[in-house]
């Protein structure tokens, strides 16, 4: 069993950045990829980024390249996602989740753990 806990979301303006943060409490987590997926309000979810379990491989939405960043650091048990240029659109409940295995994926049904989510709002 794993246990994800996001914290860092909150209020900020288009054109600012927020950090996000996931903490795992497994004493394996160097053997699960991340993933950091969204929802926003009346919508399905939807995969934003993407880690393999080293590190080496990401992905991330369209919409999010170039502007998020995900990292993760095996030693803390801890995957971030860093968010720069924030558009209103970007406003949702992001949630960290946890696959057994080395590679990412985009699809929710690959992962086998999820945290509670914590809200991103972007203000115009």
Known sequence: QVHLVESGGGLVQAGGSLRLSCAASTQTFA??????????????????????????????????????????????NTVLLQMNSLKPEDTAVYYCAAKAGSMGSRRMADYDYWGQGTQVTVSS
């Open 31 to 76: 053997r699960y990829a991340m993933g950091w997926f969204r929802q926003a309000a009346g919508k399905e979810h939807e995969f934003v980024a993407g880690m393999s379990w080293s590190g080496v491989t990401t992905t991330y939405a369209d919409s999010v390249k170039g502007r998020f960043t995900i990292s993760r650091d095996n030693a803390k």
